[in-house]
């Protein structure tokens, strides 16, 4: 994608959940780990789940998740280069993607990208609904035939997010006892509430981890570009609609 000189590309984040410290960390850590020609720009969901963790909570963040993009489209008289689903669950990815002239990726589509690159991975969440939600969700996107297994702790994402530090050692137990088990060359810790874990934890695990959150901050630049148009009409003000 071209850009005049001297203009920043423009990265929307979304937050599928109604919580809106998590939006700012994880805009944080995609901003830390973006190229420095990028600007980052977060949306909150304004409804649905506090933290999603279960199979409705998770449908309503698919329809909250354009909501999003919508609201963010009606405000702004350019859209942005790239968008970001800060979910590990992806929801709503591909209805976004038929809708936006701009590369979309979610933490899930974008740690397998990644993971990909190294051979055979496990993923490691929080909250025990997760692995069968994962189950079902992974056939759809690229890459999932390499992972092995799913892993959860009884943590879940919020409470993660809410005490990091309390979280380590869970998180570290699990990450050595897939080390110890799992024939895999990465480890994704999933979930927007996970941002920065992998960090926290990697000096301790020979097994190397792979942070979703960063990694959608570099793979939604290479992610396939939209198949749809632009705005369609139902989503836009009556103001901006074309007579």
């Given at each position: 994608m071209s850009h005049p000189p001297g203009r920043q590309?423009?990265?929307?984040?979304?937050?599928?959940?109604?919580?809106?410290?998590?939006?700012?960390?994880?805009?944080?850590?995609?901003?830390?780990?973006s190229p420095p020609d990028v600007w980052t720009e977060a949306v909150t969901a304004r409804f649905g789940a506090p933290y999603i963790g279960d199979p409705c909570g998770?449908?309503?963040?698919?329809?909250?998740?354009?909501?999003?993009?919508?609201?963010?489209?009606n405000q702004r008289a350019l859209g942005p280069d790239g968008i970001v689903i800060a979910c590990f669950g992806?929801?709503?990815?591909?209805?976004?993607?038929?809708?936006?002239?701009?590369p979309v990726t979610g933490l899930a589509e974008a740690a397998?990208?990644?993971?990909a690159g190294f051979g055979r991975s496990a993923i490691?969440?929080?909250?025990?609904?997760?692995?069968?939600?994962?189950?079902?969700?992974?056939?759809?996107?690229?890459?999932?035939d390499r992972v092995c297994g799913i892993e959860t702790v009884e943590l879940s994402g919020a409470q993660i997010h809410a005490d990091p530090q309390a979280a380590e050692a869970v998180l570290l137990q699990a990450c050595q006892r897939i080390e110890r088990l799992w024939p895999v060359d990465s480890l994704i810790l999933g979930g927007a509430g996970l941002a920065g874990m992998a960090a926290r934890l990697q000096g301790r695990l020979g097994l190397r981890l792979i942070d979703s959150v960063a990694a959608?901050?570099?793979?939604?630049?290479?992610?396939?570009?939209s198949l749809?148009?632009?705005?369609?009409?139902?989503?836009?003000?009556p103001s901006q609609r074309s007579s």
């Amino acid at each position: 994608m071209s850009h005049p000189p001297g203009r920043q590309r423009r990265l929307l984040v979304i937050n599928p959940n109604t919580t809106g410290s998590i939006t700012e960390r994880v805009q944080q850590a995609i901003h830390a780990e973006s190229p420095p020609d990028v600007w980052t720009e977060a949306v909150t969901a304004r409804f649905g789940a506090p933290y999603i963790g279960d199979p409705c909570g998770y449908a309503v963040a698919a329809h909250a998740t354009l909501e999003s993009w919508a609201r963010h489209s009606n405000q702004r008289a350019l859209g942005p280069d790239g968008i970001v689903i800060a979910c590990f669950g992806d929801p709503g990815l591909l209805a976004l993607r038929e809708l936006a002239d701009c590369p979309v990726t979610g933490l899930a589509e974008a740690a397998l990208a990644q993971a990909a690159g190294f051979g055979r991975s496990a993923i490691l969440t929080g909250g025990q609904a997760w692995k069968p939600m994962l189950e079902r969700l992974l056939p759809d996107l690229a890459h999932a035939d390499r992972v092995c297994g799913i892993e959860t702790v009884e943590l879940s994402g919020a409470q993660i997010h809410a005490d990091p530090q309390a979280a380590e050692a869970v998180l570290l137990q699990a990450c050595q006892r897939i080390e110890r088990l799992w024939p895999v060359d990465s480890l994704i810790l999933g979930g927007a509430g996970l941002a920065g874990m992998a960090a926290r934890l990697q000096g301790r695990l020979g097994l190397r981890l792979i942070d979703s959150v960063a990694a959608a901050a570099h793979q939604v630049w290479l992610a396939p570009p939209s198949l749809g148009h632009g705005t369609p009409p139902w989503l836009l003000q009556p103001s901006q609609r074309s007579s």
